[in-house]
């Protein structure tokens, strides 16, 4: 990567930042107009909520088992080890749950995002779409859009169930408790506020996803070489951005519901 | 072709017509980072003119043809194309503008995973052309390129020259009033090179819609300009008595600035060093 002075640098990012909003607004806007493209959002639909089920279920579930797993031993020097249910709920649902799904998503879907688009970029087919009078961003933005965030928070559900499963099976046949009271003790964790903090991350995230891999894929140049710069860009900067967004939901909701 | 005929905007009688030009250039330049791209550019296209665009790799080509769409705005300049300045459309206007063109790119950028009736059909689509009317218009279209067999086929399935037909027939397929073809004959053998000219030629002589063509290959240029298509046999043929073909004109480009712009007849009779150097 060349040397730049440092307001060419600057310029740089007010730019991409610039691009970033206007690809973002014109995603947004075209969902309150026609044309939409159902058929593509029920493809982006099962290319990213169906085809994520397997990584997601998989990394839900074994998260779910180490926190069981971790979390006995420091319980078990304050005889709480019957409160294993309720943290390992608790954090599934609050935190672990929407956080690593998103981030499961993004090294899979922002990725594949950016590197499509970027490909069509560098092929001359999103100027072939627009020379053909198709507007690229209502055709390829806003579909990916509208399915990462509705199929995410299904996903964050999904994650969040088979977690609590998983610290089930662990501390049923590991650790020995009864099961009855390990579910007993993860719903009374359960409180509105933060089921509500859990299903909201989701909505950023898949915001966050869509966006910024459709950016990267949209602003693509140089080639092959370029597509791979994107798609490496569009997970680092939407892993970094989820882990942002997630702390600044999280204050606000305990901001809103206080620390429940 | 006769049959082809999708909603197109309305025309203004007063900006378009006889003696007046389809696409007319004036001042244009663009820079890209620092370096100047294409300098102080006018010229125009009148209608049923072929326009051959000739000039050294890099010089600007495919810049001019995207300008012309409005794929690209200039920094300065104004682009008059059917009369509308397409440096102040919003895109929105733009596309009901490109309703009316057609554009064969460069490396053809047909759609991956479209199949090539899908590909051929996508205007189309998007104007909710029922479906059995769509595949009638894609099967004549693709007749006419001489390829109805590969309807069925994936872009990958195809080669360089096919690919390149398949842009022409989703090009022609809303029988637009004006075609841009950006480099059809680039990076193919001289063989296929010349069935694309060909084809390139019975559009011109069979639809005599106004075009505009890049190439970096002098061949393809004289055959544009001495050839004529034959509807009898169905061929290009030479043009009797060393003919010119009197609609195609030259535009020649060297370092974003125009040097020569007129008839096949000034071009090679030109006296300027650099043009009979870049002929020869």
Same mark, same amino acid.
């Given at each position: 990567m060349p040397f730049v002075t440092p307001d060419v640098f600057v310029k740089e990012r007010v730019a991409a930042v610039q691009e970033y909003s206007l690809l973002t607004g014109r995603?947004?806007?075209?969902?309150?107009?026609?044309?939409?493209?159902?058929?593509?959002?029920?493809?982006?639909?099962?290319?990213?909520?169906?085809?994520?089920?397997?990584?997601?279920?998989l990394t839900g579930f074994f998260t779910g088992c180490v926190l069981a797993l971790q979390s006995a031993s420091s319980l078990e020097e304050f005889g709480a080890i019957s409160m294993t249910g309720n943290l390992v709920a608790l954090s599934m649902v609050k935190e672990l749950g929407p956080v690593l799904t998103g981030l499961m998503i993004s090294g899979r879907n922002a990725s594949g995002m950016a590197s499509e688009? @970027?490909?069509?970029?560098? /092929?001359? =087919?999103?100027?072939?779409?627009?020379a053909l009078g198709t507007d690229p961003s209502r055709k390829l933005v806003t579909p990916r859009l509208i399915a990462t965030v509705f199929m995410l928070f299904f996903l964050t559900i999904v994650s969040d169930a088979v977690g609590i499963a998983g610290g089930a099976l662990v501390s049923v046949t590991i650790l020995g408790l009864n099961a009855s009271s390990y579910f007993h003790s993860s719903y009374r964790s359960l409180t509105y506020a933060g089921i509500t903090q859990g299903l909201v991350k989701p909505l950023f995230s898949g915001f966050i996803i869509a966006t910024v891999g459709c950016y990267y894929g949209m602003t693509t140049k140089g080639g092959t070489? @370029?597509?791979?710069?994107? /798609?490496? =860009?569009?997970?680092?900067?939407?892993?970094?951005?989820?882990?942002?967004?997630?702390?600044?939901?999280?204050?606000?909701?305990?901001?809103?519901?206080?620390?429940? | 072709m006769a049959s082809i005929a999708l909603d197109k905007p309305q025309t203004d009688p007063a900006m378009e017509g006889p003696g007046i030009p389809v696409v007319a250039l004036k001042g244009v330049s663009i820079t890209f980072e620092i370096k100047p791209v294409l300098e102080d550019i006018s010229f125009t296209v009148m209608p049923g003119e072929t326009r051959v665009i000739l000039g050294p790799a890099g010089c600007g080509k495919s810049v001019l043809m995207k300008?012309?769409?409005?794929?690209?705005?200039?920094d300065t300049g104004s682009i008059t194309v059917f009369g509308h300045d397409v440096t102040k459309m919003r895109e929105t206007d733009l596309y009901k503008l490109r309703a009316r063109i057609g554009m064969v790119f460069q490396e053809s950028a047909l759609f991956d995973s479209l199949s090539v009736e899908d590909n051929v059909a996508y205007r189309l689509h998007e104007?909710?052309?029922?479906?059995?009317?769509?595949?009638?218009?894609?099967?004549?279209?693709?007749?006419?390129?001489?390829?109805?067999?590969a309807i069925a086929k994936f872009p990958s399935e195809l080669s360089g020259g096919m690919r390149r037909r398949v842009s022409i027939a989703r090009a022609i397929i809303s029988k637009p009033d004006l075609i841009l073809y950006d480099s059809?004959?680039?990076?193919?053998?001289?063989?296929?090179?010349?069935?694309?000219?060909?084809?390139?030629?019975?559009?011109?002589?069979?639809?005599?819609?106004?075009?505009?063509?890049?190439?970096?290959?002098?061949q393809d240029a004289f055959t544009l300009a001495t050839h004529r298509f034959d509807p009898k046999t169905g061929h290009m043929e030479p043009i009797p008595d060393n003919g010119i073909d009197p609609s195609t004109k030259f535009l020649v480009l060297h370092e974003g600035k125009v040097v020569f712009d007129g008839t096949t007849e000034e071009l090679v009779h030109s006296e300027d060093p650099w043009l009979k150097e870049y002929l020869s």
């Open positions: 995603a947004v806007a075209n969902l309150f107009s026609g044309p939409h493209y159902w058929d593509d959002v029920f493809t982006q639909m099962d290319s990213i909520g169906v085809g994520s089920m397997p990584i997601v279920i688009l @970027g490909s069509m970029k560098v /092929t001359e =087919q999103i100027d072939a779409m627009r070489q @370029g597509v791979g710069r994107a /798609t490496t =860009q569009a997970v680092v900067v939407s892993s970094v951005f989820i882990i942002v967004v997630d702390f600044l939901v999280s204050r606000a909701m305990i901001g809103i519901f206080g620390s429940q | 300008l012309a769409n409005g794929l690209l705005r200039p104007d909710r052309v029922p479906d059995d009317e769509a595949h009638a218009r894609v099967v004549e279209s693709l007749k006419f390129v001489e390829l109805e067999q059809p004959t680039g990076g193919l053998d001289p063989i296929t090179s010349t069935t694309i000219v060909e084809l390139v030629v019975k559009q011109r002589d069979v639809s005599h819609t106004t075009s505009l063509l890049i190439t970096h290959r002098l």
